[in-house]
Each structure stands twice: as structure tokens, then as C-alpha cells.
């Protein structure tokens, strides 16, 4: 008996300390920021930009770079990056956004290149409504696309559920990160744990907009079933983007991506009448 419970003991000990790690921990797990020098200059070929710096009310300074389109601007993209290195790698993706008369937006979270202040999900979800509200002093709503790229596509259907941009397009988005964290730790107390849920689900359910999920068949990071999942949770809204063998990180390699990518952004949604279709066809229940 002594012996099951020395046991017992050890493993509850091992549990306490392996949760303990979690949570302080998880910062160095879920985010691989790169920080850049404040005096770095970026320098992207082929592509007008200018940076940016906005001074937050606790003090903190987001960066940011805009990219401007050749011709006359149809609108600004909103683009929110992964979890990992800075803007200075993250911008050569504008150019699938310019090509098609966009501004695009793109800004460092706190931590990550020149961007500084204490990170946590309120504190990020607090600066990037702050960027939005800038934006719209420049651009009316109905011109401004919210675009999440894997960890930032929780942030962006936040902005999408709290404004009321043109359209939300997420690419390779997750049910939530605690549903992601399950996956590799289902054992442990995640619910508790966790600092940065980011319930993609929940604020999904209050988007007004549009909606696009693009999502490769082959991730194998978030599986292609959770661009589903979340496809059923406002459906009237929801359109969903299939990239066949698609990945998590390589939706850029694949022409379908782009073309899938201007058919949302370029065309205008059109209503059908379905007096005029077969909706409302029955199906015969003769098995045959």
C-alpha cells in the first residue's frame, strides 16, 4: 500500500509542477517573436511602403507597415500574422493584396520586431481594436478586410464581431488554442491554465460581415476539419475555401490559393433566387 501511494504522490507532484510550467511557460511556447532593432529599416523589393507607430494608452508602440497598391485603391486589408518572427519576413505576403488595388496593413504584436509592452490577449486585442479605429478615420467600414493568418485569425474574428468591416477572411484558422493545446496535452487542466484561449468559435457567432475560411487539406498543425467545424457556426455567412494538399504553412504555393483569394476579394456576392432553383425538390425515399 505504501508503495501506490508514494506513487501516487510522485505523479501528483510531477502533474503540479508540469502545470505550473504550462502557465508560465506557454508565452515561450505559443510566441516566436523577432525583435528588431528601433532604428532597422525595412526594405521590400518592388513594393511602396511606409512604417508606421502607434503609441498605445499604456505606453506601449505597435509597428506597423502599410503597402500601397500602383494604381488607385479599392480598400485596405488588415492582415494578421502567425505566431512567429516579425513584419519584416511577414510583408512579402502584401503583394497577393496590392496586386488586386488593396492597401494592406500589417502590424507586430507586443514583443515581436519593433513593436514593445507586456503581452497578454486583452492587451493584444485592445491594441489591434485601437489600430482598426485608426483605419477607419482614414477609410469608411465597408472598404476595410480583416484577414487572420493562423494565430491571428482568433484576433481577427474578435475585430470582425466587435466592427463592421467588408468582409473576414481567415487563413488556416483554429477552433480555439485551447482546443489546439488539448491535442498535445489532453490530460491537463487546459481550461485553467491557458492564458490566450482565443475562442475563435465564440466570436464567430457575432460576425455581420462575410466570412471566408481558406484551409489546406493536408495541415497538419490545425486539421482541415476545424475549417469546417467553424464553417458551421454562422453558415448564412460562411463560405469554405478548400486548398487541395494544401498545408499549414505553404497556402502561397498554391495557385488555387490566389485564385481563390481574388474571387473573394474581387467579387461582388450576388443573390439568388431560389424560387428559380431546385431547393425545394424532395428526394425520393425509395431505396433503390
Known sequence: MAYWLSA????VIVYIIVSVALYY????????????PKGFQ???????????NLETRDGAIINAIRFFPEGQSKGIVLYLKGNSKSIKGWGKFAVDFTRL?????MVDY???????????QKAIKRDLQEVYNKIKELTPEDRIILYGRSLGSGFAAKLASMNHPKMLILESPYYSLTKVTKRY????????????????????KYVQCPIHIIHGTDDKL???????????????LTRLHTVIGGGHKNLNNFESYHGMLEDIINTSP????????????KHSKNKK
Open 8 to 11: 501516487l504522490v510522485f505523479v
Open 25 to 36: 511557460l506557454q508565452d515561450y511556447m505559443l510566441f516566436k517573436p523577432e525583435k528588431l
Open 42 to 52: 525595412f526594405n521590400y523589393d518592388n513594393q511602396i511602403f511606409e512604417e508606421h
Open 101 to 105: 488595388g488593396y492597401n494592406v496593413l
Open 110 to 120: 507586443r514583443g515581436f520586431g519593433k513593436s514593445t509592452g507586456r503581452r497578454s
Open 185 to 204: 496535452l489532453p490530460f491537463m487542466p487546459l481550461s485553467l491554465l491557458i492564458k490566450y484561449p482565443l475562442p475563435t468559435y465564440k466570436w464567430l
Open 222 to 236: 490545425i486539421p482541415y476539419k476545424t475549417g469546417v467545424k467553424l464553417s458551421h457556426i454562422n453558415p448564412k
Open 270 to 281: 450576388k443573390t439568388i433566387d431560389l424560387n428559380t432553383t431546385s431547393i425545394h425538390v
